[in-house]
């Protein structure tokens, strides 16, 4: 079994930053890609940020210069440091794990950006 605990969410002015945090624990082993997704009200789910094992990193258009995603792989921690918070960006984070062709999701962080 694997744990998501993500922390950070919260409301921000439009301008603003946030950081997010996601820790994994339990039967961790080489993790593929950690990443974060966010799914706002009525539109599907969505990938923000990933990183895999080396430090490659790969962003939405959309967040592109403003977020910034990384990774602590000694403590199983991926974090979000956004940046120009918008409206849009207003939505559930969630942190995401793949290992061994295996997807796994945290419980999910509000982030609401105030205009």
């Known amino acids: 079994q694997v744990q998501l605990v993500e922390s950070g969410g919260g409301l921000v002015q439009a301008g603003g930053s946030l950081r997010l945090s996601c820790t994994a624990s339990g039967s961790i082993f080489t993790i593929d890609l950690m990443g974060w997704y966010r799914q706002a009200p009525g539109k599907p789910r969505e990938l923000v940020a990933a990183?895999?094992?080396?430090?490659?990193?790969n962003y939405a258009d959309s967040v592109q210069g403003r977020f910034t995603i990384s990774r602590d792989n000694a403590k199983n921690t991926v974090y979000l440091q956004m940046t120009s918070l918008k409206s849009e960006d207003t939505a559930v984070y969630y942190c995401?794990?793949?290992?061994?062709?295996?997807?796994?999701w945290g419980q999910g962080t509000r982030v609401t950006v105030s205009s």
């Open positions: 990183i895999n094992n080396g430090g490659t990193t």
């Open positions: 995401n794990l793949k290992m061994f062709s295996h997807n796994y």
